[in-house]
């Protein structure tokens, strides 16, 4: 991946972030294809977007935004799900998600 792709992708997540009223880090270790295209199906019907992306690009990408706070959580493998209307939609949705302990903005 060059530079300007990484800016592409710094740039629309950023975008995603500013827009969301809720961002949850998930790890996806050990799930499935299959499982994680279950999770991403049933995130999608209630207006979540589930992308897996590099741990850099999405501290970067998070800077700025509400959900800045979060950035510590980017360790490993994992994604980030975006939710725009109803933020608990983002929990009911799915019960692979592990909550974290929340930290103060």
């Known amino acids: 991946m060059n530079r300007q792709e990484?800016?592409?992708i710094i740039e629309n997540l950023k975008e995603r972030a500013s827009k969301a009223s809720i961002a949850?880090?998930?790890d996806f270790k050990g799930l499935s294809v299959e499982e994680m295209d279950s999770l991403r199906d049933k995130?999608?019907?209630v207006d979540v977007d589930y992308q897996v992306v590099k741990n850099t690009l999405a501290r970067l990408a998070l800077e700025?935004?509400?959900h800045e706070n979060l950035s510590e959580h980017f360790k490993e493998n994992c994604a980030i799900a975006?939710?725009?209307d109803d933020p608990v939609a983002c929990a009911?949705?799915?019960p692979t998600i592990r909550r974290l302990p929340r930290?103060?903005?």
């Open 24 to 26: 949850v880090v998930t």
């Open 103 to 105: 930290s103060s903005p």
């Open 43 to 45: 995130l999608f019907e």
């Open 64 to 66: 700025g935004t509400d």
């Open 92 to 94: 009911k949705r799915s």
């Open 6 to 8: 990484k800016a592409q």
């Open 82 to 84: 975006l939710g725009y």
